[in-house]
Nanobody, 118 residues
Framework: VQLQASGGGLVQAGGSLRLSCAAS????????MGWHRQAPGKERELVAD???????YYADSVKGRFTISRDHAKNTVYLQMNSLEPEDTAVYYC?????????????WGQGTQVTVSS
């Protein structure tokens, strides 16, 4: 399973970005897809995730500003980020708990940089 993330970039505070992450490979189903981020000098943290039935989780720091969604047909997860703050600057990684013919595993994308200027 490969995850390809895109959509990062440089934006001013208050602006918006939309991240996308597409999973490919011999996938039977994906039970959970998520976005994590890691800022310089900090540990990686979970930002948001979404189950296959649409249940979502958001970190307190992004509630009301970020929205996670997924397209099951495309095995793609999105993260709409509004009202961005400099504190949101980080490398964003997508993840997927996928069931393949080899069994269930956790997979990670390569990361996409998000930089928010003040």
């Amino acid at each position: 399973v490969q995850l390809q993330a895109s959509g990062g970039g440089l934006v001013q505070a208050g602006g918006s970005l939309r991240l996308s992450c597409a999973a490919s490979g011999s996938i039977f189903n994906i039970s959970l897809m998520g976005w994590h981020r890691q800022a310089p000098g900090k540990e990686r943290e979970l930002v948001a995730d979404i189950t296959d039935d649409g249940s979502t989780y958001y970190a307190d720091s992004v509630k009301g500003r970020f929205t996670i969604s997924r397209d099951h047909a495309k095995n793609t997860v999105y993260l709409q980020m509004n009202s961005l703050e400099p504190e949101d600057t980080a490398v964003y990684y997508c993840s997927a708990d996928a069931n393949t013919r080899r069994g269930t595993g956790d997979y990670w994308g390569q990361g996409t940089q998000v930089t928010v200027s003040s």
